[in-house]
């Protein structure tokens, strides 16, 4: 296995770990950005009134999501798994 196929390799699972995990990060991000809001809105200044509401966005976003993350991942591991021969020899 030469360098260029383990940087390709590197790029590659990194590139996939991005696109998965945008979904969730960008509808957190969104719940955050509202709930502040509100809080600055409201001047209610609970730490924990932030959390319930991101932690039920992702877990419906993660139910949304979940296929075609899922889906993503399969068609990766699979094409890896079909390179290997031509990557180790």
């Known amino acids: 296995m030469t360098p ?3 940087i390709k390799l590197a790029e590659q ?3 996939m770990i991005l696109i998965i995990s945008a979904p969730l990060l960008l509808i ?3 719940v955050g950005l509202l709930v502040s809001i509100f809080q ?3 001047q209610i200044q609970e730490q924990t ?3 319930i509401p991101k932690i039920l966005a992702v877990f419906l976003s993660i139910i949304i999501f979940g ?3 899922l ?3 399969l068609d990766f591991t ?3 798994f079909q390179q290997l021969p031509q990557m180790i020899g």
């Open 4 to 6: 260029d196929v383990v």
């Open 13 to 15: 699972s990194i590139y």
């Open 28 to 30: 957190a991000l969104g």
């Open 40 to 42: 600055a809105m409201t």
């Open 49 to 51: 009134l932030a959390f």
């Open 67 to 69: 296929p075609w993350m």
């Open 71 to 73: 889906t993503l991942l």
């Open 78 to 80: 699979r094409d890896l």
